[in-house]
T-cell receptor, first 112, second 113 residues
Framework: SAVISQKPSRDICQRGTSLTIQCQVDSQVTMMFWYRQQPGQSLTLIATANQGSEATYESGFVIDKFPISRPNLTFSTLTVSNMSPEDSSIYLC?????????FGPGTRLTVT | GNSVTQMEGPVTLSEEAFLTINCTYTATGYPSLFWYVQYPGEGLQLLLKATKADDKGSNKGFEATYRKETTSFHLEKGSVQVSDSAVYFCALSYGGSQGNLIFGKGTKLSVKP
């Protein structure tokens, strides 16, 4: 199994600012995923991050808004840029194991 | 497109009651199906899965059967406990554990003693 930690666990931010969310895994993994869960909605994949290459973004998500770094095989960051209240969500980091995907505890972001 | 629909919550049950959380999917081909659970303050955890039609996934007393004819994967448990209180997510994937997971909205279950 993989143990994933995220920082911060929650934050309240003002519109127009940016927040960087960190994801740390206790083992080396090839693929890391970032999901968003808007209030009352299902989880939606934002992007897939592979070490050493640019992240691959899903339809509706762009690099300028959600830049991602993947400096090594155990760490990734997601930045939510120029935030608006619509960005208020839970952001989750996920990695793939041999039999399943593992998820971090999430970062609860509120934009005022 | 591919999608997952699960029953709206919250669901409140008394301890030892029978639980059913409905999940239906729309997909082309033959996806793998999953139930994930999120306990308060914790990350999503895989509860059970099924990779082909008529497979039954089971874990911790929970069961779900992959029904291709009704495109359903309903979660059931015969006798719930207070410790089962959590949010349950139904999901599908075409890549097994490697693929993009498509989630339902989640169903919050509260079990009262």
């Amino acid at each position: 199994s993989a143990v994933i930690s995220q920082k911060p666990s929650r934050d309240i931010c003002q519109r127009g600012t940016s927040l960087t969310i960190q994801c740390q895994v206790d083992s080396q993994v090839t693929m890391m995923f970032w999901y968003r869960q808007q209030p009352g909605q299902s989880l939606t994949l934002i992007a897939t991050a592979n070490q050493g290459s640019e992240a691959t973004y899903e339809s509706g998500f762009v690099i300028d808004k959600f830049p991602i770094s993947r400096p090594n095989l155990t760490f990734s960051t997601l930045t939510v840029s120029n935030m608006s209240p619509e960005d208020s969500s839970i952001y989750l980091c996920s990695v793939t194991g041999p039999l399943e995907q593992y998820f971090g505890p999430g970062t609860r972001l509120t934009v005022t | 497109g591919n999608s997952v629909t699960q029953m709206e919550g919250p669901v409140t049950l008394s301890e030892e009651a029978f639980l059913t959380i409905n999940c239906t999917y729309t997909a082309t081909g033959y996806p793998s199906l999953f139930w994930y659970v999120q306990y308060p303050g914790e990350g999503l955890q895989l509860l059970l899965k099924a990779t082909k039609a008529d497979d039954k996934g089971s874990n911790k007393g929970f069961e779900a059967t992959y029904r291709k004819e009704t495109t359903s994967f309903h979660l059931e448990k015969g006798s719930v406990q207070v410790s089962d209180s959590a949010v349950y997510f139904c999901a599908l994937s075409y890549g097994g554990s490697q693929g993009n997971l498509i989630f339902g909205k989640g169903t919050k279950l509260s079990v009262k003693p």
